[in-house]
């Protein structure tokens, strides 16, 4: 049981994770200045490394601000369920072996409906917070997810069809040899297109273009509860990344056998690491070279191009499987 | 019926009365926003995504310039009128010292125009290349605003080297410019030429073929050319729907009788033909940058400057990136202008931007707002400042009347 | 014995207080009337050559997230009311920088009738960049300046 | 015109490839352009007190003071002496064009952030002749 719990709150769970997504924010944000020829953080830690840390302590120590007209339970208290959301998720991902902490037999319908709530979180943070600039970006919030959901749905069936189940072990075990990336290309496609989507980055960052509408459905919070915000969209974002190398790209899983356990271990944290960084970092670069599109644009795209793509990836898988 | 139309008959309902509009339906930009650097408001009155009306709000950069110009003397006031704004702050001190010029008949030495030429090119090109930035920035397009301005910087550090400030040149004085161009500025000047067309030609590959772009800019912003001969914009807006009115070509002064610019003009009058159009513009500053300072001549570059300025009134205009620039002023043989007037190219364009808004959405405010490139600096010297809190700001003039009489009475 | 082991817990709170609050400034922007010169001075700072991003600092769209308030141009009546509004919309602890001659006394507008001469006039200061406009490396100093006053500042 | 999607990709990774641009100021000096227009300097000894400065000053920046009398052909003759409000200047350099004792000159600082605007306020002037 204490074993259990370690493993979900601290290694591989939840600490874990939030390093991780530390660490994301700051190759990030180096990796921006990189290409737009600057040097990025610098002065907090060794090259900046702790620089995500720097501001997520200081929005902690910072003061609350309630707005009069927000509704100020979910104001203060919505922030940590929100961070929660892809905390939980967290936990389904496989990293140690085939089997995530929290895995059962049809975790992949669980998966699905978090990402479905981290978005009615957020919509009902925005709510609580009040102002137009929130009412605007929920919106266009909620409008994206619309639009988006059913190629997400279709884009994850791919691998669950191949591997011939709903949960993740599974889809992870059948890649041992072969990775679904390889069967169901278009499929990982339209999921780093939605992933887009669903981390708010460009050209999908229309709930939050700060040139609209200033920050978005953040506009309200402050302090605490902007710090539980921002962890949370770097965590959801090695959420993502690393259910993309679980669906598409074999997990954890080596093609080798390893007898030792804890040399086993570690290459396995290895991998998987280096598979959801490179993913994180796909998604990235992609970001960077695009410009913010609008909403109808956005919906357009997504029912017109990536809908009918996920269908045709399903069709081909079932026509020669 | 179009959108546009719609929209029309909307307005004509608002403004009658028959639909009253929820504050949830109007959205404010400003005068605080990311998007503006400066302090703007624009009432946006929106139906779901689709604006309605646009009404601009000015005076938040009011400070009462004009006034003021009247307790300085004729060269305190150059360096006043540069900071008028910023960003053409060469064009606004050039427009004085030539319409007081024009009062003096006084000889400008050759050099000294050539000077001014350069100067004024040079901040085309800066103004041009910061607002594609902009553009960048505007468009959620980060990458390309960092890469635009870093390349600013070569057009800024030419600047400095010759006018010793980044921004505010104090360059320009009646008579001529304050200093000489330092030895071998070519040096200079050549390379970093070189560079920025390269980067320019590469910029309109980017502008030319990324789909993101071309969705955002493509199209948007549209009006008729009919409009612009109602609301009169100039400059780059004028050009763009294709007038070719460029004061450099028109009434040539510096030197641009000798060194002619090639006017572009553009019949898409929307915010792409805009892109394109201000980079063949940054194109042909180059080229002329570059054949100012192969054909210089020498000689000295100011005369020495009268103390008064002889009584009379005069105008004058200039090209500033932006569009038309206009400067009266009226003296009365002292010390010091009785009366200056300017005419800025924002405040001139601003209606026009307003109908360009008309139909679009709200995430095409700021393409399409900055798409004229506005920049407030030099729009707010003149309007009317709201009396108390809550007050409807459009205030006629009876009601002024009223109130100056009732302020009177109260204070006497 | 208690009482000393307190302090020393105090004492890390409060270091890595001030550490994570002096690299991270989040900064607001507002410009109060100003001629644009000191603006794009600012952005510019933002901008490779000069990168403020090496010091933790960032420009944020919201004054809720801000904690360091850059304030450019004469602040004008209109936006007094505006100014001083912003500047309780952001969370403590707060730091206000009045960018520019402007800002700081007037400047070249010394005189007008519609500037308030001074952004302290409005809200209280506590950092002056003089400069018409500053360059971006002035204002890199002034950040650093602002940087040491708040790890010294921290332990009162 | 063909539209593509990414066509900023190579360039994004010959820049991330290039040299560096950004200068290495708060760590490392940093020498401005010889003509740069920086803070204001003034030469005590120099200066005679005509005032000159303090009429041409845009920006109201100088302002004569009283610094004693002095007795010239039976008369008294106040001395006077510019103070300079530095927080105000735009380092245009009119002052420094007019001063015909060659009083003033425009140095290349620039770090003049203070936490307190009247330390900015330059009394070298009326401090050297007490
Ligand atoms: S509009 Fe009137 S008050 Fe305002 S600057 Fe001009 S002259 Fe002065
Ligand atoms: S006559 Fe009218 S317009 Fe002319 S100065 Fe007097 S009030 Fe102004
Ligand atoms: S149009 Fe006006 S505000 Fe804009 S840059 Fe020119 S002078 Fe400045
Ligand atoms: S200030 Fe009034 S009279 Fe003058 S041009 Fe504008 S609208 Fe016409
Ligand atoms: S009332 Fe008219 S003339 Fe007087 S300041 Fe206002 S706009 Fe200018
Ligand atoms: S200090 Fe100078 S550059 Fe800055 S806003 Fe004032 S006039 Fe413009
Ligand atoms: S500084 Fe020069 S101009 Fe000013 S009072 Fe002294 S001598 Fe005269
Ligand atoms: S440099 Fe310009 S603003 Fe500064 S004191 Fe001299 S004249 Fe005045």
């Known amino acids: 049981m204490i074993n259990w719990i370690f493993q979900l709150l601290v290694f591989p769970g939840l600490t874990f994770f939030v390093w991780i997504a530390f660490a994301f924010e700051w190759l990030e944000r180096k990796t ?129 069809l191949l591997a011939r189940g709903l949960s993740l072990s599974k889809i992870v075990s059948s890649q041992i040899s072969h990775w679904h990336v390889f069967y169901a290309p278009i499929s990982f496609a339209v999921f780093l297109i939605v992933s887009l989507a669903e981390l708010e980055k460009p050209p999908f960052d229309i709930p939050s273009a700060k040139t609209e509408i200033v920050a978005g459905w953040m506009t309200e919070f ?100 | 019926m179009s959108d546009k139309d719609q929209a029309e008959e909307k307005l004509a309902k608002i403004s009658t009365g028959l639909i009253q509009y929820s504050p949830e339906g109007l959205v404010p930009f400003g ?9 703007e408001y624009f009432k946006i009155i929106l139906e779901g995504e689709k604006i309605v009306q646009v009404i601009p709000r000015i005076g938040y950069a009011h400070r009462g310039i004009e006034r003021a110009l009247q307790d300085r003397n004729w060269i305190q006031a150059i360096y006043l009128v540069e900071r008028i704004c910023g960003i053409c702050s060469f064009s606004h001190s050039l427009a004085f010292v030539q319409t007081v010029e024009s009062l003096t008949e006084l000889e400008i030495p050759r050099r000294a125009r050539y000077i001014r030429l350069i100067i004024a090119e040079l901040e085309r090109i800066h103004s041009h290349l910061l607002w594609l930035g902009l553009v960048g920035y505007w468009t959620g397009f980060d990458t390309l605003f960092m890469w635009i301005w870093r390349d600013r910087e070569r057009v800024l550090d030419l600047i400095e080297l010759i006018t010793g400030n980044r921004v505010h040149k104090s360059y320009a004085t009646i008579t001529g410019v304050r200093r000489d161009l330092p030895e071998n500025i070519e040096r200079h000047i050549q390379p970093a030429m070189k560079y920025l067309s390269d980067r320019v030609k590469f910029y309109k590959e980017i502008i030319n073929s990324e789909a993101t772009i071309l969705i ?58 805009l892109l394109n159009l201000r980079l063949d513009e940054i194109e042909d500053s180059i080229r002329m940058v570059l054949e ?97 809190e809550g007050k409807r700001w459009q205030i006629n003039g009876e009601e002024l009347r009223r109130y100056g009489i009732e302020w009177y009475n109260k204070n006497r | 014995m208690v009482v000393s082991h307190c302090r020393r817990r105090q004492d890390l709170k409060t270091n890595i207080k001030s550490w994570a609050q002096k690299n991270s400034l989040w900064l607001f922007h507002v410009n109060a ?16 050559r000069y990168d403020i991003e090496r010091l933790g600092a960032q ?98 | 015109m063909r539209r593509k999607i990414g066509i900023t990709i190579p360039e994004m990774i010959k820049t991330a490839f290039s040299t560096k641009i950004t200068k290495s100021y708060p760590f490392k000096e940093l020498d401005v352009s010889e003509r740069f227009r920086g803070k204001l300097e003034i030469d005590p000894d120099k200066c005679t007190g ?77 401090e050297h002749v007490e």
Not at chain 1, 74 to 98: K, M, N, T
Not at chain 4, 61 to 78: A, L, N, P
Request: proline share 7%; aromatic share 8%.
């Open chain 2, 216 to 273: 955002r800019t493509k199209g948007i912003g549209w009006v008729s050319p009919d409009v612009a001969v109602r609301l009169c914009p100039v400059g780059p807006l004028l050009r763009c729907m294709g007038f070719k009115r460029d004061v450099r070509t028109d009434d040539p002064y510096a030197a641009y009788d000798e060194i002619v610019p090639d006017v572009k003009t553009s019949t898409d009058s929307d915010v792409h033909s």
């Open chain 1, 32 to 160: 921006a200045a990189k290409i737009q020829s600057r040097v990025g953080p610098l002065t907090a830690g060794p090259k900046g490394f702790l620089q995500p840390v720097a501001d997520y302590f200081k929005l902690i120590f910072k003061e609350e601000i309630i707005p009069r007209n927000s509704d100020k339970f979910v104001f203060l208290f919505g922030p940590p369920l929100y961070f929660s959301v892809p905390a939980i998720g967290a936990a389904f991902i496989p990293i140690l072996g085939e089997k995530g902490v929290l895995s059962h037999s049809y975790d992949l319908l669980f998966i699905l409906f978090i990402m479905a709530f981290s978005v009615l979180m957020a919509s009902m943070l925005g709510y609580a917070a009040g102002g137009r600039y929130s009412t605007i970006s929920i919106g266009r919030l909620v409008l994206q997810y619309t639009s988006y959901e059913v190629p997400l749905i279709l884009s994850i069936l791919a691998p669950a």
């Open chain 3, 33 to 48: 009337a100003s001629c644009n010169g000191c603006d794009i001075e600012f952005v510019a700072s933002l901008t490779p």
């Open chain 1, 222 to 321: 402050s302090g605490r509860p902007l710090a539980y915000i921002k962890l949370t969209k770097n965590l959801n974002y090695v959420f993502l990344s690393s259910l993309a190398t679980t669906l598409f790209l074999g997990g954890p899983l080596l093609p080798i056998d390893v007898q030792d356990e804890f040399l086993k271990t570690i290459l396995f944290l290895l991998v998987f690491l280096i598979k959801t960084f490179s993913v994180g970092f796909l998604i990235f670069i992609i970001k960077s070279a695009l410009a913010r599109i609008k909403i109808e644009q956005a919906t357009s795209l997504l029912w017109v191009i990536t809908t009918p793509l996920s269908f045709l990836q399903l069709l081909l898988i079932v026509l020669f499987r």
């Open chain 3, 59 to 156: 420009l944020v769209p919201s004054p809720r997230h801000a904690d360091v308030l850059v304030v450019t141009g004469t602040v004008n009546p209109l936006m007094r009311e505006r100014l001083k509004r912003i500047y309780e919309q952001i969370p403590e602890p707060k730091y206000v920088v009045a960018l520019g001659a402007c800002a700081g006394g007037g400047g070249v507008m010394k005189g007008c009738y519609n500037v308030s001469h001074g952004v302290d006039k409005v809200i209280p200061v506590d950092l002056f960049i003089p400069g018409c406009p500053p360059r971006p490396e002035a204002i890199i100093y002034g950040l650093m300046k602002l940087r040491d006053k708040i790890s010294g500042g921290s332990h009162e």
């Open chain 4, 50 to 126: 005509c005032g000159v400065c303090a009429i041409v000053c845009p920006a109201s920046v100088i302002t004569m003071v009283e610094v004693g009398k002095r007795k010239f052909r039976d008369k008294e003759v106040t001395i006077r002496r510019p103070i300079f409000n530095l927080y105000n200047c735009i380092s245009c350099g009119q002052c420094v064009d007019d001063c015909r004792f060659n009083a003033l000159r425009l140095t290349k600082e620039f770090e003049l952030a203070v936490f307190d605007k009247n330390s900015l306020v330059m009394k070298k002037a009326i």
């Open chain 2, 31 to 39: 005068p605080v926003h990311p998007a503006l650097k400066e302090p």
């Open chain 2, 292 to 388: 100012a300072i192969t054909s210089i001549p020498t000689g000295q570059v100011k005369s020495s400057i009268p103390r008064a300025i002889p009584r009379g009134d005069a105008m004058g205009h200039v090209e500033a990136p932006r569009g038309e620039l206009f400067y009266f002023v009226r003296s009365e043989g002292g010390n010091k202008p009785v009366r200056v007037k300017i005419r800025t190219p924002t405040l001139a364009n601003i209606l026009t931007a307003t109908e360009m808004l008309k139909g679009h959405t709200l995430a095409d405010v700021p393409v399409v707002l900055t798409g004229m490139d506005p920049c407030f600096g030099c729009m707010d010297r003149l309007t009317i400042i709201d009396i108390g």
